[in-house]
């Protein structure tokens, strides 16, 4: 069988109208805001940024029926945005480093940032988003760096959006405030997330689980692949289960620092 992944030709309807599929055409599957769960293997979601035509070529990725290897590259680029998870920054005013498409007014750039729970870094970056970063943002933590990274792709507002790991570098807390705010935002059009984590997948309409081969193994919402008493749900459960015991662990770490502050006064 074939690994293909398709997307249809034209706008997203609200009701969700793009289509996921591995492996096989007969597994294709409807959706608005959709999580990808794997083991291994991510490459399937970042497949959709064109990054290689060479090494996609025996099995090509679909956008409309048409190879995106067919496609015009700058064109597919505003239709489809792949965000990764290492986040690259560049040295600049971070008001233009946000804007990667020239567009954005002030209040644009504002909600992005709130959406991406990152305005503290306007108050860490001297002059805001006027202020300058320097280079690869290292002024910044790797949670602020990763906010930035998700508010600038949020800006480029395309029809297709892939965030591998968008929240990997923020507390649970933050997670969920992030996840919340993208699930709104986004509404309408289609987002695919690359993700372990419980929080950001309870919000998003269909989860698709992979095996180690990067096929659909499952599929569902979180709450339904969490309830499967299967070998799937089994499989499902041991990788969102270890997400969920890292962030109990982040809890347990800051609820043992109050403790000691509070011991120490």
């Given at each position: 069988?074939t ?14 109208d793009?289509?996921?599929?591995a ?36 099995t ?14 700058e ?8 965000s ?19 567009r954005?007014t ?9 959406t ?10 001297p ?12 002024s910044?933590?790797?949670?602020q ?24 570098a ?19 059009r289609?987002t ?35 309830a499967r ?16 015991a ?20």
């Amino acid at each position: 069988m074939t690994d293909t992944t398709t997307f249809p030709v034209g706008p997203v309807a609200t009701s969700g109208d793009v289509r996921f599929a591995a492996a096989a055409p007969e597994l294709l599957r409807e959706f608005n805001a959709a999580g990808l769960v794997a083991a291994t293997d991510v490459h399937v979601a970042t497949r959709l940024g064109r990054l290689d035509d060479e090494a996609e070529a025996g099995t090509p990725v679909r956008l409309g029926g048409v190879p995106l290897a067919d496609l015009d590259k700058e064109a597919l680029r505003h239709r489809v945005v792949v965000s990764e998870a290492t986040p690259h920054l560049f040295s600049g005013v971070l008001g233009e480093a946000l804007d990667a498409r020239g567009r954005a007014t002030e209040a644009d750039l504002l909600a992005a940032m709130v959406t991406a729970d990152a305005h503290d870094v306007l108050d860490s970056v001297p002059g805001g988003l006027a202020g300058e970063l320097p280079e690869k943002g290292r002024s910044l933590s790797g949670g602020q760096r990763q906010r930035v990274a998700l508010a600038r792709a949020l800006l480029t507002e395309p029809e297709i959006l892939v965030l591998v790991e968008p929240t990997s570098a923020v507390d649970a807390h933050t997670e969920a405030r992030i996840a919340e705010r993208v699930a709104q935002v986004r509404r309408g059009r289609t987002t695919l997330v690359v993700t372990a984590s419980p929080l950001v997948l309870d919000h998003l309409d269909e989860v698709v689980l992979l095996d180690d081969d990067a096929t659909v193994a499952a599929s569902g919402t979180h709450a339904e692949l969490l309830a499967r008493r299967d070998a799937h749900g089994a499989a499902y459960r041991a990788v969102v289960g270890r997400s969920m015991a890292e962030d109990a662990d982040d809890e347990s770490d800051e609820l043992t620092d109050t403790d000691l502050e509070g011991a120490a006064r």
